[in-house]
C-alpha cells in the first residue's frame, strides 16, 4: 500500500463512521485488505496476448462485443434503420 497505511485508515474511518472506528471494525477491515493485496501479489501475472489465444478468443469477442453495444446500442440501431429501410 505504498507506506499510506494510516492515510488509509483514515479514509476507511471517515467512510464507515464512528460506531465502527469503536469497533474496531475498520482495523480488521484494512488488516483484510493488506491480506487480500499480499495474497494477490502471489498469484502468477497474466500476459494480454492470453486473451486471444484459441482458449479465451470467444470470452474476449463476446465481452468486447458487449461493452461495443453498450456504449452505441440505441443509436447504432437508429442510425442503421435510416441507412438500411
Do not use: H, N, S
Request: overall charge positive.
Amino acid at each position: 500500500m505504498k507506506g499510506r497505511d494510516a492515510d488509509a485508515l483514515a479514509a476507511l474511518d471517515k467512510l464507515r463512521g464512528k460506531d465502527a472506528v469503536a469497533q474496531g471494525t475498520t482495523v480488521r477491515e484494512m488488516e483484510a485488505i493488506k491480506a487480500e493485496i499480499e495474497y494477490m501479489d502471489t498469484l502468477e501475472k497474466g500476459r494480454w496476448i492470453d486473451l486471444f489465444v484459441a482458449k479465451y478468443r470467444m470470452r474476449t469477442i463476446m465481452v468486447v462485443a458487449l461493452f461495443f453495444f453498450y456504449q452505441v446500442g440505441l443509436p447504432f440501431l437508429i442510425v442503421c434503420r435510416v441507412l438500411i429501410p
